[in-house]
């Protein structure tokens, strides 16, 4: 199938750069055909997010949004910031000693998912060509090694690589510039990064693991556009660094989550576990008491920011959005940045349409959109915050960015960088405290399985394996004697499981429960698992997250 444009991977960035090219053919009468496909049953089945949403690249997008019907239907009404010191010890900080980037008038208090399914409405009705529940498997080129599109999986293959009697073969999609929207450590995109080297001239990627739950709380308790986040206790104690959130969203639910930060040291961390018993925390367990947990995700955060951006474009495509790695962690927001970078390529892709162009070649245009954009110097602002906190240590680094954000007017005049890769950052499980964890109580606490269980994942058992073993030998002759096997802990689905079988060990990999967070992929100290693409439709189903 033939298009002038293919869009993999249908969340924000990818719905935005597909109706802004849809708008402008439209607008200029310059006929353009888009074709967008996602991996995720419907559209929004794989979006994961806080989300407390600032409406910049929507009210670009769509000015008229309100009378449009965007789901965006609580406004913050109040930011809080607690420091949990212990279990049971916490302070609320004051309003002067908030981080300006923390600050949150004129957002939102949305669900991300929702937002995305009417935005395939509106790109739907702008006639793109939407595919949800087709995996791109595999990128396409031409004999000049430029991108020639992607093709998507096979449908109806067995475990041992046979056809069933159920096989359906992919399509080849065919485009003159294809865009890589995948998200935070997209397959297709990892390689792309890889063949065309465009991380040479930027730092090491680095990633968090945010951990999120939604709640049907007492309608006492609940303060509609409430915003609460903060940092410190359990990770303080476990000798890691991140944060968490909890926002009062609409219809008596709120959203609560744990982001740990990838680089920690301790093979013992368990980032679900430490979520788990964070919940008990006397400032969040207060909204949890009798309430009901409707359902639970989880997903890799991509955090490097502007030191970690990679080279944005190559012959015959893009990377946007999370592809690349547009988040601005200093805010804990990336769904208006990613928006943002879909429209400036898809504004540089018709410009070079409208041109005659036939595609194979750089649209160099769009990096030097995003560099005299709103959106590079966002970025550049809060270049610092991520490195600092890696660098500084927790005390040190909050009072550098403290200094950067509040104090100095347009910040330090000095880049931090940081070099050393996530995975690189494990201690041998000889040099580690083992750390213990509480029993979960299956009231504000809980075991993954459960949790997995209402996150409506759902993959057909037999097919191959996803996550795939560069050197099978790994694990157990390396990860478990060195590490104890990390994967077992810093998976947040119980996908990996060490097990004893005619007394030998073994990893065990239950595809079937991978929520596609892409934490393995990442963390995994030898580099050794590599996460593709499943089925198509297969995966999480998340309702309203």
């Excluded at 947990?293 to 495509?317: C, D, E, M, Q, W």
Aim: hydrophobic letters at 35%; glycine letters at 10%; charged letters at 20%.
């Amino acid at each position: 199938m033939e298009f002038d444009v293919v869009i993999v991977g249908g969340g924000p960035a990818g719905l935005s750069a597909a109706i802004r090219l849809r708008q402008l053919s439209i607008e200029s009468g310059h006929e353009i055909s888009v074709c967008l496909v996602e991996k995720g049953s419907e559209f929004g089945a794989h979006i994961l997010s806080g989300a407390v949403f600032e409406p910049r690249a929507l009210n670009e997008l769509f000015p008229n949004w309100k009378e449009e019907g965007a789901p965006l239907h609580t406004p913050v009404t109040k930011d809080e910031i607690h420091l949990l010191f212990s279990e049971t010890r916490s302070r609320l900080m004051p309003d002067w000693a908030v981080p300006k980037a923390m600050h949150n008038e004129g957002n939102y208090v949305i669900s991300l998912g929702n937002l995305v399914r009417w935005l395939a409405e509106k790109a739907e009705a702008l006639e793109v060509n939407l595919f949800p529940g087709f995996a791109a498997s595999e990128i396409l080129y031409h004999e000049d090694g430029s991108v020639k599109g992607i093709a998507t999986g096979d449908m109806g293959i067995g475990k041992n690589g046979e056809k069933k009697h159920s096989f359906t073969a992919g399509y080849e999609l065919h485009a003159k510039y294809t865009l890589f929207a995948e998200g935070c450590r997209g397959h297709l995109g990892k390689q792309l990064i890889s063949k065309f080297d465009l991380d040479k001239d930027c730092d090491p990627q680095h990633y968090g693991i945010g951990i999120k739950e939604l709640w049907e709380i007492d309608p006492a308790k609940h303060k509609p556009g409430l915003v609460v986040h903060g940092s410190g206790w359990p990770l303080s104690e476990s000798g890691s660094a991140g944060g968490w959130f909890l926002y009062h969203s609409e219809n008596n639910q709120v959203t609560l989550g744990l982001i740990t930060d990838l680089a920690y040291s301790n093979p013992y961390l368990s980032p679900f576990d430490e979520m788990q018993r964070w919940k008990h925390h006397p400032v969040i367990k207060q909204y949890l008491e009798g309430a009901k947990r409707v359902s639970y995700g989880a997903r890799a955060i991509i955090k490097g920011g502007l030191n970690s951006l990679p080279k944005l474009t190559f012959n015959g495509g893009c990377l946007i959005g999370d592809d690349a790695g547009f988040l601005n962690f200093a805010k804990i927001k990336g769904s208006h940045t990613a928006m943002k970078s879909g429209m400036l390529c898809a504004e540089a892709v018709f410009e070079s349409l409208k041109a005659g162009s036939e595609g194979r070649d750089e649209v160099v245009a769009y990096t030097e959109k995003f560099n005299n954009s709103w959106l590079h110097e966002e970025l550049h602002r809060y270049r610092n915050f991520g490195p600092a906190m890696h660098r500084m240590g927790f005390l040190m680094g909050a009072a550098f960015n403290f200094i950067d954000q509040n104090i100095m007017p347009n910040g330090f005049p000095i880049t931090i960088h940081d070099n050393k890769p996530d995975y690189d950052c494990l201690d041998r499980k000889d040099l580690a405290r083992k750390l213990e964890y509480p029993k979960p109580d299956g009231k504000i606490s809980f075991d993954k399985l459960s949790s997995v269980f209402i996150s409506g994942t759902n993959h057909e058992e037999d097919q191959p394996i996803h996550l795939q073993l560069k050197d099978p030998s790994i694990p157990m002759s390396k990860n478990l004697p060195l590490y104890d096997e990390p994967a077992r802990l810093y998976c947040p689905a119980g996908v990996y499981e060490v097990v004893t079988l005619a007394g030998e060990q073994r990893l065990q990999i239950n595809a079937q429960n991978c929520v596609h967070c892409k934490t393995c992929d990442i963390k995994d100290p030898s580099q050794n698992i590599n996460w593709v693409t499943p089925e198509g439709g297969g995966g999480p189903t998340y309702p309203n997250m």
